[in-house]
């Protein structure tokens, strides 16, 4: 019983991480096709979220399974429902990308990126990408020195989010209505995409320092 | 032992009604704010979404520790799971709130809603409220016919957003980019609020009719 128990731990573990890998590949080809327009590579990015979704129920099936036939206690009840919450968060993040090739989609055969904003997106798309990388990482090698890399470059992200509306604000902004909303609506993304995957990164450092009750998408979402 | 443990149940639905007031008043108040550059209303609702932070993470301890203490199964055990989630989303309804409110501040003494958009966004505020308020009631009374409310207001929401894209995309609009900035957001929280009271809703629809599993946000944001 007790063996069997902990294939299961491990068996979320490694459900996370595969799910992690997808996101990251998401936001990878989701920001190369805003960046480049390219159609094929959107509607992948948007086709491939379902097997997230999917993924992610099915892993909240098998956390809720193990709660109600092991009933497990301490640390173990708190990687079970730190697998709860990250799946949540993970799910959010491809939707995130979803949502910013849907941006590449809609706008073909035009840019998506507005004129005056390509280096600002494309390192926020690089920022992104390295983020969800580490942090599949973090989830795998549970090597807590990550969560502070992640962390660092989420505000790198906020300063680039902060830089989308002080241009689209200045005197100097030419962009018609439709790109200011495509310039909105994208930094907003990216920005999200980053703050859940410090929530995430939160989540399994306290789960691995113990004090997890205080962690919660509320005190991430604070200033 | 079992009244103990009924007791406990109860008071997590009782929390979670309490939550879900303080957020119906969040969006009433911010919605407020937001119509009339009311800045002394915005910075009540920042100010007290602290308090609804405060209350889902009392919320989830108390949840985590019927889960350690009681380890309930079956039913009861959906019950405490599925308010885990349902506080996240009340707290994410909250930050909705707050992010309307920030936006009336930001802006002030100039009004935050766009020429042209008055009508759209007071309706849509309107429902916002309204649903907050029949959320609250089926978390109450658990009368089911009110998600079904619920997602019918929901649509009604996403209407009224579909119209301030193609209102700040058409000719006719002469807002500046910071208009069109205001415009894109708060129709993106405004839009946001009512899909995570559709989320709590299934939630609760899939709790008292036992397809509970198939039931995530994932689904809820697919189209």
Redesign the interface.
């Known amino acids: 019983m007790r063996e069997v128990f902990h294939q299961s731990l491990d068996e979320v573990q490694s459900r996370l991480v595969e799910i992690s890998e997808l996101v990251a590949d998401a936001i990878d080809k989701a920001t190369q096709a805003f960046a480049g327009s390219d159609v094929t590579l959107a509607d992948e990015v948007i086709t491939n979220d379902?097997r997230?979704?999917?993924l992610?129920?099915e892993l909240?099936?098998l956390a809720?399974e193990i709660?109600?036939r092991q009933?497990p206690?301490?640390r173990d009840?708190?990687t079970v429902?730190t697998a709860?919450?990250v799946s949540?968060s993970l799910?959010?993040m491809g939707?995130m990308a979803e949502h910013i090739a849907q941006l590449a989609r809609y706008r073909f055969p035009e840019r998506a990126i507005p004129k005056g904003l390509k280096t600002t997106f494309t390192k926020m798309g690089e920022l992104d990408v390295d983020i969800a990388r580490k942090l599949t990482d973090l989830l795998r090698t549970q090597d807590l020195r990550l969560a502070d890399v992640i962390r660092n470059d989420d505000d790198l992200v906020d300063e680039l989010h902060a830089t989308v509306?002080e241009k689209?604000?200045s005197e100097n902004?030419k962009?018609e209505?439709?790109a200011?909303?495509d310039a909105?609506?994208a930094s907003?993304y990216h920005e999200r995409f980053a703050d859940h995957a410090v929530s995430v990164a939160k989540k399994v450092v306290y789960l691995a320092t113990g004090d997890w009750?205080?962690d919660?998408?509320?005190?991430v979402?604070?200033p």
Chains 1, 2 share one sequence.
Do not use: H
Not at 216 to 219: G, N, R, S
């Open positions: 379902r997230i979704d999917e992610a129920v909240d099936e809720i709660l109600a009933q206690v301490a009840l708190r429902v709860l919450r949540a799910e959010r939707d509306f689209v604000l902004w962009g209505a439709g200011t909303v909105t609506l907003r009750a205080a919660t998408d509320a005190i979402t604070q």
